[in-house]
């Protein structure tokens, strides 16, 4: 009889230890279905310069229309395909999305050439309300006069990785779908932020605009950058 005592005790420990494997794995799939205004910050920098620079490229905010949670849809699709995966990944590892890899999937494009496309989204929270305020105004996306406080070396990366090219000797910005009084609060902060000299260039159709990074300014440039761009991005600013 008392030679059954260890191994009850092992069996009442192993049911202990799947009791609470299976009351956490409830925890974290309640957790996961909260709602949004239960969800919120704080979010530190390097969260932001994620996202703000992802807004400086292709990202968009998503306001629910009650108001009650906000969240960021980042697509990218081609060659940048490997960028988002990236980016993903810097978003889940954070817990601000889910796990699961975006689904690519693939478009016609120009000459039948067929195209990869990828996509995901953050969770929302009411936390992320006050960046959709700062950043839309009447649904258009502006570039907020405080871009300089989130415009970090992150930040910038990211922007570039999504919006540069290079361009002889110097680095384009795609900037065509802001205003031109957002370029110059952009130009500004990239001076007063990395003392980097840019201009704004007319470019297309009229009231379109890019912001060229001179050649005087490549190089250093490419130090503040090189660290947080993957290989595949990288050829933008060698």
């Given at each position: 009889m008392y030679e059954l005592v260890p191994q009850m005790y092992s069996l009442y420990l192993n049911l202990f230890i799947l009791l609470i494997r299976l009351i956490s794995k409830e925890v974290a799939s309640k957790v996961r279905r909260l709602k949004c205004i239960y969800k919120v910050g704080p979010h530190n920098i390097d969260v932001l310069s994620l996202i703000f620079g992802s807004l400086l490229g292709e990202a968009q905010v998503e306001k629910e229309i009650s108001g009650?949670?906000?969240?960021?849809?980042?697509?990218?699709?081609?060659?940048?395909?490997?960028?988002?995966?990236?980016?993903?990944?810097?978003?889940?590892?954070?817990?601000?999305?889910?796990?699961?890899?975006?689904?690519?999937?693939?478009?016609?494009?120009?000459?039948?050439?067929?195209?990869?496309?990828?996509?995901?989204?953050?969770?929302?929270?009411?936390?992320?309300?006050?960046?959709?305020?700062?950043?839309?105004?009447?649904?258009?996306?502006?570039?907020?006069?405080?871009?300089?406080?989130?415009?970090?070396?992150?930040?910038?990366?990211?922007?570039?990785?999504?919006?540069?090219?290079?361009?002889?000797?110097?680095?384009?910005?795609?900037?065509?779908?802001?205003?031109?009084?957002?370029?110059?609060?952009?130009?500004?902060?990239?001076?007063?932020?990395?003392?980097?000299?840019?201009?704004i260039r007319l470019v297309g159709a009229k009231d379109q605009y890019d912001i060229y990074i001179s050649q005087e300014s490549l190089e250093d440039l490419r130090k503040i950058v090189y660290p947080y761009m993957i290989p595949e991005i990288k050829h933008k600013i060698i």
């Open positions: 009650a949670g906000t969240r960021i849809s980042f697509c990218q699709e081609g060659l940048h395909v490997k960028y988002i995966l990236f980016l993903h990944k810097m978003f889940s590892d954070l817990g601000y999305c889910n796990p699961k890899l975006p689904v690519i999937t693939t478009r016609l494009g120009g000459k039948g050439k067929t195209l990869k496309i990828a996509r995901f989204s953050t969770w929302t929270y009411t936390s992320f309300n006050w960046i959709h305020d700062l950043w839309y105004e009447n649904r258009i996306k502006r570039v907020p006069e405080c871009i300089d406080k989130y415009l970090t070396p992150l930040a910038l990366a990211i922007w570039i990785s999504e919006k540069g090219s290079k361009v002889g000797k110097g680095l384009n910005i795609s900037t065509n779908s802001f205003a031109y009084n957002d370029c110059l609060i952009l130009v500004k902060a990239l001076k007063d932020n990395f003392n980097l000299n840019a201009s």
